[in-house]
């Protein structure tokens, strides 16, 4: 194997954001392990399909295990899957409520633990977060929590990891067209294109092309990257 290509493993790479940071990898040259509840069944050179719920560290340990037997190290986690489920706060089930935590925020605990002890000097990874982690949106309690907590997450381990060279950053999508948001209304999703600085939705490539350059950058660490049109903007950058 070519020690310049980089072995990555991307949780909830089945679909939307994930797969296209799945493909951006792949067009790069590297190795991708695409990690869901259920994947489809693809194995070549290049990709590893890996059954695993992120909520479940010995499904985790089994794919990570996978990983490193096939191709010996990890160089890259992205913290993508994600789970969203909305109502406000006073009527939100609580079973709600801790499904969101558990996939969004104990679920990127997980995989980083799990992956951890494999992770070389140089490593990186990548969290998903969201603007509403940042912004109240009324409605969105559990979803905003799990994402704000993700901000705190990443900035606490870019301090611990980094006396071992391992960067950890949060790439903060817009609002991009995929399963989680298709169930919007028109009516919701024009409001909220309208508060959007440049006037439209964002790409699944267009975040992906930014997780490829953040998951390189060598002295980035413990920064939030908005990939938003411009949304943060207009409220400002988180501190
Ligand atoms: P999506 O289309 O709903 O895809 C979610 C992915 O996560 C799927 O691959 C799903 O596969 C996987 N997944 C969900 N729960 C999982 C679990 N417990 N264990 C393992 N995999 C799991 O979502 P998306 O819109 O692409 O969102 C991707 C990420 O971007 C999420 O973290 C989301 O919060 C964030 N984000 C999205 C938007 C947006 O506008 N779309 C905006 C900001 C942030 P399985 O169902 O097979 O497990």
Same mark, same amino acid.
């Given at each position: 194997?070519l020690n310049?290509? %980089?072995?990555w493993?991307?949780t909830g790479?089945s679909r939307?954001?994930?797969?296209a940071?799945v493909?951006?990898?792949?067009? @790069?040259?590297?190795r991708?392990?695409?990690l869901?509840?259920n994947?489809?069944?693809?194995?070549?050179?290049?990709?590893? +399909?890996l059954?695993?719920?992120v909520c479940?560290e010995?499904?985790?340990?089994?794919?990570v295990?996978q990983?490193?037997?096939v191709w010996?190290?990890?160089?890259? #986690?992205?913290?993508?899957?994600g789970?969203h489920?909305?109502g406000?706060a006073s009527?939100l089930d609580?079973?709600d409520?801790?499904?969101?935590?558990?996939?969004?925020l104990?679920?990127a605990l997980?995989?980083?633990r $799990?992956?951890e002890?494999?992770? %070389?000097q140089? &490593?990186s990874?990548v969290?998903i977060?969201?603007?509403v982690?940042?912004r @109240?949106f009324p409605?969105?309690? &559990?979803?905003?929590?799990?994402?704000a907590?993700?901000a705190g997450l990443?900035r606490a381990?870019s301090?611990e990891?980094?006396?071992?060279?391992?960067?950890v950053?949060l790439?903060?999508?817009?609002?991009v067209l995929?399963?989680m948001?298709?169930?919007l +209304?028109? %009516?919701?999703?024009?409001?909220?294109?309208n508060m959007i600085?440049l006037?439209r939705?964002?790409?699944?490539?267009e975040i992906?092309d930014?997780?490829?350059? #953040?998951?390189s &950058?060598?002295?980035?660490?413990?920064?939030f990257?908005p990939v938003d049109?411009?949304?943060?903007s $207009?409220f400002?950058l988180?501190?």
């Amino acid at each position: 194997m070519l020690n310049s290509t %980089k072995v990555w493993l991307v949780t909830g790479g089945s679909r939307g954001i994930g797969q296209a940071i799945v493909q951006r990898a792949l067009c @790069g040259g590297d190795r991708v392990a695409v990690l869901a509840r259920n994947p489809e069944k693809v194995s070549n050179e290049n990709s590893l +399909s890996l059954a695993a719920d992120v909520c479940d560290e010995n499904q985790l340990r089994a794919a990570v295990e996978q990983v490193i037997t096939v191709w010996g190290r990890i160089d890259v #986690v992205v913290n993508n899957a994600g789970l969203h489920r909305g109502g406000k706060a006073s009527r939100l089930d609580l079973k709600d409520w801790e499904a969101v935590l558990d996939t969004n925020l104990s679920g990127a605990l997980k995989v980083i633990r $799990t992956a951890e002890p494999h992770l %070389k000097q140089d &490593a990186s990874i990548v969290n998903i977060g969201a603007v509403v982690g940042f912004r @109240g949106f009324p409605g969105d309690a &559990a979803y905003a929590s799990s994402k704000a907590g993700l901000a705190g997450l990443t900035r606490a381990l870019s301090i611990e990891f980094a006396e071992r060279g391992i960067r950890v950053n949060l790439v903060i999508p817009g609002l991009v067209l995929t399963d989680m948001t298709s169930s919007l +209304s028109e %009516k919701a999703m024009e409001s909220m294109r309208n508060m959007i600085p440049l006037g439209r939705l964002g790409e699944t490539k267009e975040i992906a092309d930014v997780v490829h350059a #953040v998951a390189s &950058a060598s002295y980035m660490t413990g920064a939030f990257i908005p990939v938003d049109g411009g949304l943060m903007s $207009t409220f400002g950058l988180p501190g």
